[in-house]
């Protein structure tokens, strides 16, 4: 699967600057089989697929974003992990080409209007990712 995967924080129609949190973090570190943190990168697997992941930032420093790509398929696991990172951090999903992805019925007051006004759904796991990104 050769999709970027944005993963973000809006707030009153602008990029949050709040950091995503413990339980985020943990969820990427207890996933990754490789860092490279002065690259800021992980490389994940979830069940049996795999991915890599950018913007990581070092403890201490806030992780506002993130970009999940490379997905090897079947890409279920590193969707649901996505998913997953996206409730823990209250971050909507913006996979490259598809409808804004949301968490939580919430967010949607948040986002800008560029996104606001084009297609948005509301997830629950990866298969629901995978169908908005097949929807494209």
């Known amino acids: 699967m050769s999709y970027d995967i944005f ?3 809006f707030v009153n129609g602008g990029a949050g600057e709040s950091d995503c949190g413990p339980s985020a973090r943990a969820l990427i570190s207890n996933a990754a089989d490789r860092e490279e943190p ?3 990168f992980a490389h994940v697997i979830a069940g049996e697929s795999a991915a890599d992941v950018y913007g990581l930032t070092p403890e201490g420093e806030p ?7 490379h997905i090897k398929e079947p890409a279920d696991g590193v969707l649901d992990l996505i998913v997953a990172v ?3 951090a209250h971050w909507v999903i913006l996979p490259t080409g598809a409808p804004t ?4 019925e919430s967010q949607r007051e948040h986002l800008p209007p560029e ?3 084009g297609e948005v759904r509301v997830l629950s796991n990866g298969h629901d990712l995978l169908c908005a990104i097949r929807s494209a």
Request: proline share 0%; charged share 10%; with cysteine.
């Open 7 to 9: 993963l973000q924080n």
């Open 115 to 117: 996104l606001a006004d």
């Open 86 to 88: 996206a409730h823990a």
């Open 63 to 69: 992780l506002t974003s993130l970009m999940f790509n």
């Open 101 to 104: 992805c949301l968490v939580s």
């Open 38 to 40: 002065q690259h800021r």
